[in-house]
């Protein structure tokens, strides 16, 4: 696969795109500016690499004329330097695919996750608040920020989540997050369970990629916003004013609702972003529908139906069915380390994507 028409294209645009940003018009339209500035940052990666590889062509030519000189001495230090830059180059190469592969726009976003309980009654809501730990850890390991939204909690006093909506306020969590999106399911022995059998429970999770204001409009005589008293725990002033919000989007039927915070200003502004985030989810669903085909390049953005992931706690694993992966490391998995399951799905996803541009 040639990949040099392609990168000269790019190194070309990031050089045209570097002048506009020196027009006195540009820099006077702070959009302009700012659209322009983004696309150069996406581009830079590319050009620098590029220039780093056409750099090592250089000098591996240079190293071959050396060699044609006659001269020993500067014949051995040219051979020298061909055995080490050789390997480079295929180095660069694959780096530079891998760079040229179709991005994930959504990549560099922080996301929304819902987790919700699913079949197997109280198992299945201990399982998303163990679902929803995991996270939290694995975000404590990365030293990401994550914000409550809401939560609905199990009434038997046991502890777990019939449902819990959170936020990761970080650049590019999506990258890494989309990978969770379907059905996971635990095999073990409830602690529900008098006579020691093991029980199948699922959760189901959803990874959406939080949106700016610009990406998703809405009416307000579009929406029904109601107040009402938080249930949930924050002592006795949340349990005593109307702070958390309910809003519904008339037209999709979409209801967010947020009681997390004590102000009703902060929910309102919470649910409000958390129902962009789902509209904008709405519209990504329609268009992975109607280009289904593209869909088996997209490990991270599957049918949100479809079960990926078994914890099977007698046998210490955990197996994500959609690339035949199993690791015999549950606990720690289950203390977020999630790091080698997450990298394992970016190759793979790399992978298909390779095998779709060649194709």
Same mark, same amino acid.
């Given at each position: 696969m040639n990949i040099e028409p392609k990168l000269q294209a790019i190194e /070309?645009?990031?050089?045209?795109i570097s002048k506009k940003l020196e027009d006195p018009e540009v820099i006077s339209n702070p959009k302009e500016l700012q659209n322009l500035g983004k696309k150069r940052a996406q581009l830079e990666p590319v050009v620098e690499k590029y220039?780093?590889?056409k750099e090592a062509q250089k000098s591996i030519a240079e190293a071959k004329e050396l060699i044609k000189s006659g001269d020993s001495d500067l014949e051995e230090l040219a051979r020298d330097e061909l055995a080490e830059l050789e390997p480079k180059i295929e180095n660069f190469t694959r780096d530079l695919t891998l760079l040229l592969l179709p991005q994930d726009p959504n990549d560099e976003k922080s996301v929304v996750v819902e987790i919700r309980a699913g079949t197997g009654g109280d198992e299945a809501t201990l399982f998303?608040?163990?679902?929803?730990r995991m996270y939290v850890r694995f975000c404590e390991r990365q030293r990401w920020k994550v914000e409550v939204i809401d939560s609905s909690t199990n009434t038997a006093g046991i502890g777990g989540y019939k449902e819990i909506v959170f936020r990761i306020d970080t650049k590019g969590a999506y990258s890494k997050m989309k990978y969770e999106s379907g059905v996971h399911r635990v095999q073990r022995v409830p602690?529900?369970?008098?006579?020691?059998?093991?029980?199948?429970?699922a959760a189901t999770v959803a990874v959406l990629p939080e949106v700016d204001d610009v990406e998703v409009e809405i009416r307000p005589e579009d929406l029904k916003i109601d107040t009402y008293r938080s249930s949930g725990?924050?002592? /006795?002033?949340?349990n005593m004013?109307?702070?958390?919000?309910?809003?519904t989007h008339l037209p999709t039927g979409i209801v967010v609702t947020c009681q997390d915070e004590r102000s009703q200003i902060k929910n309102r502004a919470r649910a409000m972003s958390y129902l962009k985030t789902k509209l904008y989810d709405l519209e990504q669903q329609k268009q992975n529908s109607e280009q289904a085909s593209e869909r088996r390049g997209m490990i991270g953005s599957g049918d949100r139906s479809e079960r990926i992931r078994t914890y099977n706690f007698p046998q210490n694993r955990i197996t994500d069915h959609r690339i035949n992966l199993t690791l015999y490391k549950l606990e720690a998995y289950l203390d977020g380390d999630l790091f080698e399951m997450m990298d394992a799905m970016l190759l793979a996803e790399q992978t298909q994507k390779l095998q779709d541009l060649e194709s």
């Open positions: /070309q645009e990031y050089f045209d220039r780093e590889y998303a608040a163990d679902l929803f602690v529900t369970e008098a006579s020691g059998r093991i029980h199948t429970s725990a924050g002592g /006795q002033h949340v004013t109307d702070s958390a919000v309910r809003i």
